[in-house]
């Protein structure tokens, strides 16, 4: 139990900090070579919420230590109403969740039961009289006794039993939703058996064990049958647990990961291909057709969008972590810590929990209370410091901020400058085209969208050829966008859109056999290009008709 002891806020070097805050500006710097820039603005403004999510529990906790337990209150009632909110509406389509993906909201609901159980074990040891020698008073009611007085149970043992047996049975909830989940959170939760008591009873960490399998039985059989033909009745958990090389899902996962190493061997090796980057890469090089944002592996997620460095620094961030765990393991939340950081490096090892902006708050939080926790009680003025680290981190922890909050708004402000141009009945072109300069000036990684709806527009106006300015403009943005059209289908259709009403079915054709290329497993994207080539054939003059019959054979034979 941490007391309310209060500090200076400007203790030394924060490292945790410090490498976190490295690690976010170089997801910023991405956006300036991205392989798909919209994808990195949003991963990376992900990443700059969570890091003042840090900040604010870091300057809190290092403010006063009683901010802590405030602090996971607060994240345990927050974690208790998204958690019900993901829920389906039975139990058969529990899986299917409205607020965030179900593997994501089960490790959030391991998270959060790691957090109850502390909270219980310390408002426990908090409420004991203890005399000077640390040994409980004689009139604490919790304590059963025997006839002499003395103590049967210990305290602290009865409260980590009840707590553990609540977060297993509770398992079974995740089982029905998430084995991934399961299987590290069981994990998870024996290491805070551990190192709650810090190795030195065997029999009592091997009862703990117990305990868990249990918690973890009971948890599967009382959801089996409340779920009244769910999950388990047919033939989910057999599914989920068969032999790793039958498993579907896991099947998957493996594929998703050779596919991102070998998207990472050929792009840049040192600096990787920006975030967001693997959805689109992943559709050029696979083999057999699957839809993914995600690597499902936030190791390989990051070293194939920030390549070596990135990864680096990531894993840099993790060790001071886990160094900082090791230095405060004799405190009584340190377990706790300890389980919930497991939890959250083994989780994510095997799915994207790191790439949804609510598991984001919640992990970047916990960082923030570990990096805030004192070493010691004398950890105070007496530590040295670095002018160079401190003047580091000043600067992250003002920059981040504010490059988050710029780029939020003047988001905002450019698709908000298009969307009510393009509403405008009629649409006036020199509004329309202000806007769309305006736009791509200001938010960068949205520009070719920004472009595109433009081309978009002006196809449909048949008097806008008649505007010098707004054909020169549309040229140019034609222009730009060929250069990254091989990105998009997107891109593709509205190029396509602009050129064929000015009867460049050269170019048409071009872009249509481009977007078989971009997603060359994709039936939706064989069909997309195919339509094309048969409108071309069908409008089209002898040599066009040719023309868009050899684009037919080449995509099919793609």
């Not at 032999?243 to 050779?258: M, V």
């Not at 680096?312 to 090791?326: D, E, P, R």
């Not at 449909?460 to 060929?482: G, I, R, S, V, W």
Request: aromatic fraction near 12%.
């Amino acid at each position: 139990m941490l007391t309310g002891r209060r500090s200076n806020i400007a203790i030394g070097p924060a490292p945790i900090l410090l490498m976190l805050g490295l690690f976010t500006l170089y997801r910023f710097v991405g956006l300036f070579y991205s392989y798909a820039p919209a994808h990195t603005f949003d991963e990376s403004l992900k990443h700059g919420v969570g890091f003042v999510v840090f900040l604010i529990a870091f300057f809190l906790c290092r403010w006063n230590s009683a901010n802590v337990e405030r602090l996971l209150w607060l994240l345990l009632f927050a974690l208790v109403i998204v958690v019900f909110l993901s829920l389906g509406g039975d139990w058969n389509g529990m899986r299917m969740m409205t607020v965030i993906n179900a593997n994501v909201s089960a490790a959030l609901f391991l998270i959060g039961m790691h957090i109850a159980a502390y909270l219980y074990f310390a408002s426990w040891i908090a409420g004991q009289a203890r005399n000077d020698k640390g040994h409980l008073a004689r009139n604490d009611k919790r304590q059963a006794r025997n006839d002499k007085g003395q103590s049967i149970v210990r305290t602290d043992k009865v409260g980590w039993i009840l707590a553990v047996l609540g977060v297993l049975i509770a398992m079974g909830f995740v089982l029905c939703v998430s084995v991934g989940a399961t299987l590290a959170g069981g994990v998870s939760i024996l290491l805070v058996c551990f190192m709650q008591n810090r190795g030195r009873r065997l029999k009592t960490f091997l009862f703990y064990v117990i305990i868990l399998l249990i918690g973890f039985v009971l948890g599967a059989i009382v959801f089996t049958f409340l779920g009244g033909g769910g999950p388990a009745t047919d033939g989910f958990f057999v599914e989920r647990f068969s032999d790793i090389t039958s498993n579907p899902y896991a099947e998957e996962r493996i594929q998703y990961f050779g596919y991102a190493i070998d998207i990472f061997r050929e792009q840049n090796i040192f600096f990787g291909s920006g975030a967001g980057a693997f959805e689109t890469l992943l559709m050029q090089i696979q083999t057999v057709y699957s839809e993914s944002k995600y690597v499902h592996n936030q190791y390989l997620q990051v070293l194939l969008e920030g390549g070596i460095v990135g990864l680096a620094l990531y894993l840099a961030f993790l060790i001071l972590v886990i160094k900082k765990l090791f230095a405060i393991r004799k405190q009584g939340i340190a377990p706790m810590l300890f389980g919930i950081v497991a939890m959250i490096l083994m989780h994510s090892a095997i799915d994207f929990d790191l790439s949804f902006i609510q598991y984001i708050i919640v992990a970047w939080l916990i960082m923030g209370i570990i990096d805030a926790i004192p070493v010691d009680a004398q950890e105070d003025e007496n530590k040295p410091k670095s002018k160079a680290i401190s003047r580091l981190q000043a600067i992250l922890c003002v920059s981040i901020p504010l490059i988050t909050c710029a780029l939020f708004l003047l988001s905002v402000i450019a698709g908000n400058m298009m969307r009510g141009a393009l509403a405008a009945d009629p649409v006036d072109i020199s509004k329309l085209r202000t806007a769309a300069n305006t736009a791509v000036a200001i938010d960068r990684p949205h520009k070719e969208q920004y472009m595109a709806d433009y081309l978009v527009a002006v196809s449909e106006m048949d008097f806008a050829y008649a505007d010098a300015e707004a054909e020169a403009t549309a040229d140019e943005y034609a222009e730009k966008l060929d250069l990254v059209a091989d990105r998009s289908v997107g891109l593709c259709q509205a190029l396509i859109q602009y050129y064929y009403p000015r009867g460049e079915t050269e170019k048409v054709l071009h872009y249509a056999k481009m977007i078989r290329a971009i997603r060359v497993m994709d039936p939706e994207a064989y069909d997309i290009a195919i339509n094309i080539c048969e409108y071309v054939y069908d409008n089209g003059d002898e040599a066009e008709q040719m023309a868009a019959m050899e684009a037919i054979e080449e995509i099919e034979n793609a």
